[in-house]
């Protein structure tokens, strides 16, 4: 993501839509989007954890979704991958791929940086760079995020060990619900299902260094995600289904939508392990950020996932999580 300057700045065109749009949004590492890079550099002693997403219209959001919140959607769910690492945010990039002769006009994106700034300022975070270009099909937008922690401190997937207790921060399913209520499949009388889709929580701001064992984001859907803390520190995950917290939004709809919150994807709230011994530091640690935290099951020996209801009994899930292929 590139600029100029003279006229190009203030005319239309690629560089003009950069400068109105992109550059007071852009840090000082950026160079001011003049330049083919930009400069960055690692404090001593630590390291950058870096993370991308791309989201597609009408694959990870809806063609009628308010502009001013797919620009904060996109960065979050970024910020998100950096809280489970145990990073803080820094830096981003962006890449906007923009259908021609489209609606996607100066005031959509004004609308869409507009709301970028907000979230700019809420996480600590700047533009340093992207790319811009157009295309005879969906908008795609692509972020990548650099954010800081002190070196070998990241919280990994595969640390969990039998023994831990399984936690999770926030409530799980809004977001899936979400979706079904702006498709018109649900009500959602207070709306709060419909802002957690199109907003997520990222849960960044958390210290869990020498308290978790192991960590990551749930944006597949719980289960899902279970499974890949599973697979990668071999081990078994055992969901208390009635443990698993739900709003009250969620749980006015009935039992019969607990599948769909368990398998149901974009919560983007944090998926821990952390032995017991260490349960009241990870309550301490979450409750100074305003955070909530549940104890939602155990780790094991073993492999997979297994999900029981309030009998004990196994549980097998009706639905999968997102997956691309």
């Known amino acids: 993501m590139t600029g100029a300057s003279g006229a190009e700045t203030a005319g239309a065109g690629e560089f003009g839509f950069i400068a109105r749009h992109f550059r007071p949004l852009a840090g000082a590492e950026s160079l001011d989007l003049r330049d083919d890079c930009a400069l960055m550099r690692c404090p001593e002693g630590e390291e950058f954890a870096i993370s991308t997403d791309t989201m597609v219209e009408n694959v990870h959001f809806l063609s009628d979704d308010p502009p001013e919140t797919l620009g904060r959607k996109l960065l979050r769910c970024n910020l998100s991958d950096l809280a489970a690492m145990g990073a803080r945010p820094h830096a981003y990039t962006l890449n906007v791929t923009v259908p021609r002769g489209g609606r996607h006009d100066g005031n959509w994106f004004a609308a869409f940086s507009h709301g970028l700034a907000e979230d700019q300022k809420r996480y600590g975070v700047h533009l340093i760079g992207g790319d811009t270009t157009s295309i005879s099909g969906p908008l795609v937008l692509s972020a990548t995020v650099f954010g800081l922690l002190r070196y070998n401190t990241a919280l990994r997937r595969g640390t969990a060990r039998p023994g831990d207790d399984l936690w999770v921060t926030g409530t799980i399913g809004d977001a899936a619900l979400g979706l079904l209520v702006l498709q018109g499949s649900l009500q959602d009388p207070s709306g709060f ?98 955070v909530p935290v549940h104890r939602i099951g155990t780790i094991r020996a073993g492999s997979g996932v297994r999900v029981l209801d309030g009998e004990g009994r196994e549980i097998v899930p009706e639905l999968g999580g997102w997956q691309h292929f």
């Open 193 to 290: 299902l419909a802002e957690r889709y199109h907003l997520p929580r990222p849960r960044t701001g958390l210290h869990l260094h020498g308290i978790v064992s192991a960590a990551m984001d749930i944006s597949d859907g719980l289960i899902q995600d279970c499974g890949h803390i599973a697979e990668e520190s071999g081990v078994q995950l055992v969901v208390d289904a009635k443990s698993v917290p739900v709003s009250a939004a969620a749980a006015s709809l009935g039992p019969e939508w607990l599948m769909q919150r368990l398998c149901g994807g974009d919560d983007y709230e944090l998926l821990l392990t952390c032995s017991p011994e260490r349960s009241a530091a990870l309550q301490a640690a979450c409750q100074a950020a305003e």
